[in-house]
């Protein structure tokens, strides 16, 4: 992530003095080893998986898990990624993942633009009871939940599972949102009415612009915490044909055993996407804010 | 091509198809003979015992049905077992599906009327004739949802049972012979303490342990506290033996060293590759490890029976369940009638599975032969326990946290007892005064 | 109440807080137009919540047990809820995964976007600081029954951990982590810090982003200390970001299920069972459904009460900081 180093439509940065950097020589390096050393703390887990995904079963069992494999061993991952059918299960999971991602910034937005900038009354217990999405406990959704969506004939569909993360992201979307347009400059909006711009036009003019960096922070964390999620998928989606990643790794753990090297490999495997997003996003996220400051 | 060849053929097979589901008397209502689709789910792996032969029975009956498209979804344990319910009761679940036995799955399922009634087609096939009646009992439930009599409502492909696996380098090396009798055990564990060795690998965190507490209290039972255990025939009192004898072997056994005080956070998982990897000398668990073993294990290993017990924790394994709402019953009960012939039976035997009802001579390999005949020596005798959280819905976990606390010594068996018998009371008391 | 400026909203004109644009609540006709807005939020929300949630609370009045149907049975569940040692104790585990997904996280959090805005960020590239922040987020990209697993081969017995203990010539301190009710706790304490490090991190630093570098080199000019600034400019700009962190993450702690049913299944003897794995178990192993909803329902009472709690003092300082 670029950090921006122009304050908006200032002067550029004047060059620090040199005392400081004298001064301070020493303890930026350590302080950049220190984290950088917390940092590789923070990965050691993930260095354990990369050791387990490609060692053979054999090699699991007789060695543990902090051995080092004799061999790089792909079959238990390629066997798994053919019968589960790993690129449908990828897609579905992008789908829902990525479909809850954008929907759940539109409904956010569109919540917060009445909550932040019209201020209907009531605000505060309106965000409230939206939150509430956030605060209930999945388990305590399902009965009901499968009801409904058994009633509906959405039973088994992965729409039902986009509409009920959706709800729930957009909870905590709004109330970022909303939070943000509370303290929107109201010049710009003023400006905005006094041409005769309509709400909807003064929303996506002039509004959106200005909050990209914020919807992208969105975005990333609405597709990373829907790509994870597991109980709701479990229950709504039954065909193989519908489910998600998640769920296709559980079937890696059978009642009383379990393959563990081939689930690390899978759920690296179901990182990537998840990074991947994350990177892509970052850098909209940087480039969001420097065009912000450059308005 | 062969095209008249392949004519005849369709036709020679429709022919027999049509008599075999005539003969069967395809006449309850409906029941989808004429089903063009077979929607068939079960969750064991592929390379699993059960999965070759039930891949091979999906063959054989598309032979036999040339007609109808067999929709196969391998499915994961979790899946099934936390929604079977669910899916189940909506109109997108399958027509045939592998199910956990027991009372609380799928006994619960058949009392709510969820589960076909299979207990005219059991007769007309002779499912019962193959099924010994110690494996019957997990395939019947009343009207309650309680096993042993009533109506069939699953059918078992294959046995489990517990038993001690040994690694014989071990045992050569530290000149101990496989024990007969539990005295003969103790006196083996002993020498292998002697040596620094921990006899018994154990998995505190899942079932294992539960289930060694369990042969435990076997050890000094009959069929007779089984049947109050398991079928609620009579009170069961956690104070007084088996269920005591158990609990304190239980303890004397940490003490003493055969079960190590760090088992307590173990997964089964752990304590199976601790036997894998040759550090353990011996595992008491269950034949489902077997094939795996096989598989992976580099050194000499056996197996024998728990010694001096004549019953043993085991059971039928999961059943094949028609679900009320399925659409293709008959097609169904065809399915089944595959699973049980000897050829799918010999599958199940030769790739490290126990079948229910294989030929011995069948078997090749002499290591698979000990091992069914021993599962057939238990399943004759009677002698099938099932397992000790059967008896009440979530007893699991009770078992799992009162057993940690015996090995990492923090509770005793007086209070681990007391801690597992109220969870059992009350349960019982759920289901039977319902 | 003007709701807390969160991550990296518009850049402003540097003005200090005081003499903000004006925010008069404009008092024009046509505010009822804004309510088209919430319709279909509000529309998806009954759908999704409102009528599910209901739900459960008609079942938390019920016996049941997942299939046929349900037995009216009043309050029973939630009279024997209150009798119910398991379910206090869940909740005073509660308190301990507050500590850890809450107080430590947002605490270190703030330190290390610091850290890594200023020192990381400014003195060395802007790169480094993000491959530094990615690796603090990745746990949190990573399922949580897969990291489950690989904690589990770190806190074995004969897992890493010890191993490193052994390494260092610690080996005395050799120990069953997840298998000793006195340390299980603590354990799995760890593994959430791991866990949830990363989400204050990226809130935080987007957060940074917004403070005006002028008030910095304003205090630097008058030969105020890195920490000093940090004080007294950081953490007040960013106050907003701290309260929403703070909150989310509570609400979080108030609902972790994932680690606890990966790592420990609540054990050993309920050491590290929380409510929310509790009406798991319940809900779906003990098949009591009506016992499931009334813990549910509980737990969801409370949040609410935390939220509005969290919410009512956020909005009392956002006042005190205006002046009003």
Redesign the interface.
């Known amino acids: ?5 122009t ?2 439509g ?1 002067t550029a ?2 060059p620090r003095p040199a005392r400081d950097r004298h001064h ?1 020589g020493v303890s ?1 390096w350590v ?2 080893a220190l ?2 050393l ?3 703390v ?5 260095a ?2 990369l050791l ?1 995904a490609f060692k053979s ?2 090699d ?7 051995s080092w494999p004799s061999e790089f061993y792909t079959k238990g991952l390629r ?1 798994y990624w053919s ?2 059918d790993f690129p449908l299960k990828l897609w579905n999971s992008t789908l829902i993942a990525g479909s809850v991602a954008v929907l759940g910034v539109v ?2 937005l ?2 917060a ?8 009354r009531g ?2 217990w ?23 969506a ?1 009633q509906v004939g959405l ?2 569909t992965r729409l039902a599972v986009i ?2 993360f ?3 992201q ?1 909870a ?1 979307g ?3 949102l ?3 347009l ?6 710009l909006l003023e400006a905005a009415a006094l041409d005769g711009a309509s ?1 909807w036009t003064v ?1 996506w003019r002039v509004v959106f612009p ?2 990209r ?2 919807l992208a ?1 969105l975005l990333i964390f609405f597709f ?1 915490w829907t ?2 999620e ?1 109980l709701i998928p ?2 709504m989606l ?3 044909s519908t489910q998600t990643i ?6 890696l ?8 090297p081939t ?2 490999a899978g ?1 690296l495997i ?2 990537v996407p ?2 991947l997003f ?2 892509i996003f ?1 850098r909209t ?1 940087a480039r ?2 420097t065009a ?2 450059e ?1 | 091509m062969g095209r008249i060849r392949r004519l005849v053929a369709a036709v020679a097979l429709a022919a027999t198809a049509t008599t075999t589901i005539a003969a069967c008397g395809g006449d309850e209502g409906g029941d989808g003979s004429d089903a063009k689709t077979l929607k068939l789910w079960h ?5 699993s015992a059960m999965g070759v032969a039930w891949d091979r029975a999906i063959q054989i009956f598309k032979d036999e049905h040339p007609g109808v498209e067999v929709q196969f ?7 099934i ?3 079977a319910g ?2 189940i009761n ?1 109109s ?2 399958p027509d045939i599906m592998e199910y ?1 036995k027991g009372n609380a799955t799928a006994g619960l399922l058949s009392s709510q009327g969820l589960l076909t009634d299979l207990t005219d087609e059991a007769e007309k096939r002779g499912w019962g004739d193959k099924l010994s009646p110690s494996l019957q009992t997990t395939a019947r439930y009343d009207d309650k949802g309680v096993m042993g009599s009533g109506n069939w409502y699953g059918v078992p492909n294959y046995g489990e049972f517990v038993m001690v696996y040994y690694n014989k380098d071990l045992f050569d090396k530290y000149g101990v012979t496989v024990p007969t009798t539990l005295d003969e055990m103790t006196r083996a564990m002993d020498t292998f303490v002697g040596k620094g060795v921990t006899p018994l690998a154990e998995a505190g965190a899942e ?1 294992p342990a539960g289930q060694l507490f369990y042969q435990l209290a076997l050890s000094k039972a009959d069929r007779a506290f089984v049947d109050d255990y398991q079928l609620y025939k009579n009170p069961v009192d956690f104070k007084a033996d088996p269920l005591k004898y158990g609990a304190e072997t239980f303890a004397d056994w940490v003490r003493k060293g055969y079960v190590a005080k760090d088992a307590a956070s173990l997964k ?2 752990d304590m ?2 601790a036997f ?3 550090k353990a000398p011996m595992i008491v668990s ?1 034949s ?2 077997y094939g ?1 073993f096989k ?2 294990i ?1 050194f000499n290993w056996d197996s024998f029976l728990f010694p001096g017990n004549k019953l043993h924790a085991g059971s039928s394994g999961n059943l094949w369940v028609v679900p009320a709402n399925s659409k293709a019953k008959s097609l169904a009960y065809d399915f089944i009638d595959i699973t049980l012939r000897p050829e799918v039976q010999a599958l199940i035997g030769n790739n490290g599975g126990v079948p229910v009802a294989a030929d011995a001579s069948q078997i090749s390999d002499p290591k698979d032969k000990k091992l069914i005949e021993n599962f057939n020596t238990v399943s004759q005798q009677d002698g099938l326990a099932f397992y000790p959280d059967w008896p009440v819905p979530g007893y699991y976990d009770v078992l799992v946290s009162g057993f940690q606390g015996l090995i990492n010594g923090s509770r005793t068996p007086d209070q681990v007892l007391d801690a597992i018998a109220k969870p059992y009371a009350d349960g019982v008391k759920e289901i039977t005064g319902k | ?14 003005t200090p807080p005081e003499t ?4 008069r ?2 008092r024009r006709g046509g ?1 009822a ?6 319709l ?2 509000a529309v ?2 009954v ?3 409102g ?6 609370v008609y ?1 938390s009045l019920t016996k049941w047990s ?1 299939v046929g149907d349900p037995t009216f049975i009043g309050l029973d569940n939630y009279r024997h809820l209150l009798e119910d040692e398991v379910f206090w104790t869940s909740f005073r585990n509660t308190l301990a995964m507050i500590v850890a997904m809450v107080v430590v996280p947002t605490l270190v959090g703030l330190v ?1 976007a610091a ?3 200023d ?6 590239r ?1 790169r ?3 491959a ?16 489950g ?3 589990g ?2 806190l074995r017995p ?3 951990f010890n ?1 490193l203990l052994d390494a260092v010539g610690l080996g005395a301190l050799r120990h069953d982590w997840l298998g000793d009710p006195k340390t299980a706790l603590p354990s799995v304490m760890a593994v959430m810090i ?1 866990v949830q ?1 990363g989400y204050p991190v ?2 935080f ?2 957060a940074l ?1 917004r403070v ?3 008030l910095y ?1 304003a205090a630097e000019v008058d030969g105020a200390g890195w920490f000093h600034r940090f004080r007294a400019i950081t953490l007040a700009q960013i106050r ?1 970001e701290t309260f ?1 962190v703070a909150l ?1 993450c509570t ?1 979080a702690a ?2 972790v ?2 680690p606890v049913f990966a790592l420990t299944r609540g054990g050993p003897e309920n050491a590290t069972n929380v ?2 794995y509790f ?2 178990y319940t ?2 192993k003990k098949l009591q ?1 009506g016992y ?2 009334a813990i ?2 509980v ?2 009472l409370i ?2 009460v935390v ?2 709690v969290f ?1 009512w003092m956020q ?1 009392r300082s956002e006042r005190q900081d205006r002046g009003v």
Do not use: C, H
């Open positions: 992530m670029a950090v921006t180093l304050p908006a200032s940065r004047r301070r930026r302080v950049l984290v950088t917390g940092a590789l923070m990965l050691v887990p993930f354990f998986m387990n079963p054999g699991y069992s007789t060695g543990g898990p902090l066997t019968e589960v409904v956010s569109l919540n633009y009445a909550l932040g900038i019209g201020r209907v605000r505060l309106i965000v409230g009871l939206f939150l509430l999405a956030n605060m209930l406990p999945q388990e305590a959704l399902i009965y009901p939940l499968y009801d409904a058994k039973y088994n509409i009920i959706t709800v729930i957009s905590f709004t109330y970022l909303a939070s943000v509370s303290t929107f400059p109201r010049s709400r929303l200005n909050l960096p914020t922070v990373i790509w994870n597991f479990l229950v039954i065909d193989n998640p769920v296709a790794l559980a079937s753990q059978g009642d009383r055993l379990m393959d563990a689930t690390n759920s179901s990182l998840a990074i994350f990177l970052q996220l969001g804010i912000g400051a308005k | 969750y064991e792996s592929a390379n979804e391998r499915k994961a344990f979790e899946q077992q936390q929604n669910m899916i909506s997108e679940g956990n079932y089964a998982e199976g590759t894998i990897s040759g269950g489902w490890w795996r598989d992976e580099r | 109440m003007a709701l807390p400026e969160t991550v990296a909203g518009p850049r402003r004109p540097a903000a644009v004006t925010r609540p404009r505010r137009g804004y309510w088209l807005y919430l279909p939020g998806l929300f759908l999704v919540i009528a599910p949630l209901m739900g459960t079942f997942g290390l850290v890594l805005f020192v990381v960020g400014r003195r060395f802007p480094t600081a993000a530094l922040r990615a690796a603090f987020y990745l746990p949190q990209v990573l399922p949580v029954v897969v990291a697993i690989v904690w081969w770190i004969d897992g890493a191993g791991w490090i990226v809130v630093m987007a982003q005006d570098p002028e080199e907003p929403v989310t609400i108030l609902k299920f994932g409510p929310s009406a798991y809900f779906f459904v499931g909803s549910s329902t737990l969801t949040i609410i939220a509005v919410i909005n």
